[in-house]
């Protein structure tokens, strides 16, 4: 977790132990670390207000960061956000061997478990993206294979992120989002998706019945990190003969138990 401290301007790559001083090479990480845990964005200054490193300083690297695609500019609100490669970097380090081999197991046993289809979701720019899954042993299931890109507004892993934004910024992202139909349950205004994430916020989970693919229904839960802020979505789904309404709260509660178990797997030190 960031924290303040003194830091000098100085731009060697290191110094002595006890000196107080952090190398310019850290700078970048801790700016980057101290965007991340802020949801909404921070702007420089507040990141230079964080940290208590100069202002020049920090302008300086961020800039640089924004250059990389480290970080991403909100044009609007004028802060900074984590950019593609940073959220590119953050999936990279969730696949590394430990880490993925953790994760799948739980995925394994939530598919074992409620007899579907399971995916761990993370938000992209173009939509949520399938970074892992386990598929059920059933030949009749819906194919959406990993790397495959999901609307934010049709489906449950996408309206589960939605609710991770607070009120303000879930009004202002839903209010860009392309609402385009693709079946006749699809939530196509504004006012009826904002409702409905509303209820997905309080309620903890999220379903998708039908909205994004005829015959298909799914029930998604957040997974968070230690300080309990969103990092994906896990979602089970499957074609409707099977897997419907009647089955969202035996689904749902599974999901939970998952993601807390992912929880402490993937974010919370021995």
Request: net charge negative; glycine share 8%; charged share 25%.
């Amino acid at each position: 977790m960031v924290g303040g401290g003194v830091f000098s301007d100085d731009e060697e790559n290191g110094y002595p132990a006890g000196s107080g001083r952090v190398a310019t090479n850290m700078r970048a990480c801790l700016i980057i670390e101290a965007i991340a845990e802020h949801p909404d964005g921070l702007t420089p200054t507040e990141v230079s207000r964080t940290l208590n490193l100069p202002k020049q300083t920090v302008h300086r690297v961020c800039r640089s960061l924004v250059e990389q695609e480290f970080l991403a500019r909100d044009p609007v609100r004028r802060v900074l956000t984590p950019g593609a490669r940073l959220r590119g970097l953050a999936t990279g380090v969730l696949q590394s061997s430990q880490l993925h081999i953790l994760r799948h197991q739980i995925l394994a046993r939530v598919a074992h478990e409620t007899g579907e289809t399971v995916n761990y979701v993370m938000p992209q720019a173009d939509g949520m993206s399938y970074i892992d899954r386990v598929e059920t042993d059933w030949a009749f299931r819906v194919q959406l294979p990993i790397g495959s890109n999901v609307p934010f507004h049709c489906t449950a892993s996408g309206k589960v992120w939605l609710a991770s934004l607070d009120e303000a910024e879930r009004r202002r992202v839903i209010g860009k989002l392309d609402l385009a139909r693709y079946t006749g349950a699809t939530i196509c205004k504004p006012d009826a998706l904002v409702a409905e994430v509303d209820h997905v916020a309080r309620s903890g989970y999220s379903i998708d019945n039908q909205e994004f693919m005829d015959g298909m229904f799914a029930v998604s839960v957040p997974v968070l990190d230690s300080q309990g802020r969103y990092t994906a979505s896990l979602a089970v789904h499957g074609p409707t003969v099977r897997l419907d309404i009647s089955k969202k709260d035996s689904v749902k509660d599974v999901l939970l138990q998952a993601s807390s178990d992912l929880t402490d797997a993937l974010f919370v030190s021995d």
